[in-house]
């Protein structure tokens, strides 16, 4: 690490105002095979004349204009310090926030790296309510109640961007499991619609059972797993 932070600077303009950073170039081009190919690969300077050849040199700037700087402060994070900082004050914002950061980061190919350090902050946001419990003597059914979680476009990023066993998508399917339970149909259409959704719900319902009855589609008998009640 520490040679790659002692590097030559590349400079790197986010956005549509071009704020500058300065990275190190082994840095960037460890984590990002696009931009490693843009920072290696030998551009003109200046051109050729009649008795002189044309002076090459390395790439040392970068325009990632798709690129908000929120995005590029959280990334350089997680390249350096393989976490992310708290910059949020509620739950819904920091599923935002960590889900723009999801979207953006295949661009640059970095999707594996932000998908495995956002992890934790997600499962901590989808932990915290982002409104009050209803009273104890409430009826209402827990998956009709309005509560913290990824929306269904959150969700088809997830699917978007990450691959079968991705640490992500399982985090999207507990979280349905846990608010909709087990009848739920509140997602229904995203399991229809989204490749790999159901199957990754399925999935974690296996994981997450320890007892349950179900009815036999063929005999019509109740069972407990693979045993008859």
């Given at each position: 690490m520490y040679r790659m932070m002692s590097s030559e600077k590349v400079k790197i303009y986010i956005g549509q105002e071009e704020k500058l950073y300065q990275v190190p170039r082994a840095l960037i081009c460890?984590?990002?095979?696009?931009?490693n190919y843009h920072f290696t690969k030998d551009v003109c300077?200046?051109?050729?004349?009649?008795?002189?050849?044309?002076?090459?040199?390395?790439?040392?700037?970068?325009?990632?204009?798709?690129?908000?700087?929120?995005?590029?402060?959280?990334?350089l994070e997680c390249m350096m310090q393989g976490s992310i900082s708290k910059r949020w004050t509620n739950s819904r914002e920091a599923i935002e926030k960590c889900m723009g950061l999801v979207e953006y980061a295949p661009?640059?190919?970095m999707g594996g790296l932000v998908c495995e350090i956002v992890v934790e902050p997600l499962r901590q946001a989808i932990k915290s309510p982002?409104?009050?419990?209803?009273?104890?003597?409430?009826?209402?059914p827990r998956r009709d109640i309005p509560q913290r979680g990824f929306t269904i476009n959150e969700i088809k990023i997830v699917f978007k961007v990450t691959k079968p066993g991705n640490?992500?998508?399982?985090?999207?399917?507990?979280?349905?499991l846990s608010?909709?339970?087990l009848k739920g149909t509140g997602f229904e259409d995203a399991e229809n619609n989204i490749p790999g959704f159901?199957?990754?719900?399925?999935?974690?319902?296996?994981?997450?059972?320890?007892?349950?009855?179900?009815t036999d589609p063929i005999n019509g008998l109740q069972r407990t797993f693979d045993g008859y009640t």
């Open positions: 460890y984590y990002s095979t696009s931009l300077i200046k051109k050729a004349s009649t008795f002189h050849k044309a002076k090459m040199a390395k790439n040392n700037a970068k325009h990632l204009y798709d690129c908000q700087p929120e995005h590029f402060d959280m990334i661009k640059i190919d982002t409104l009050r419990p209803p009273p104890a003597n409430c009826n209402v640490f992500l998508r399982a985090l999207v399917a507990q979280d349905v608010r909709q339970g159901a199957a990754e719900v399925l999935k974690q319902f296996r994981k997450s059972a320890s007892f349950w009855a179900w």
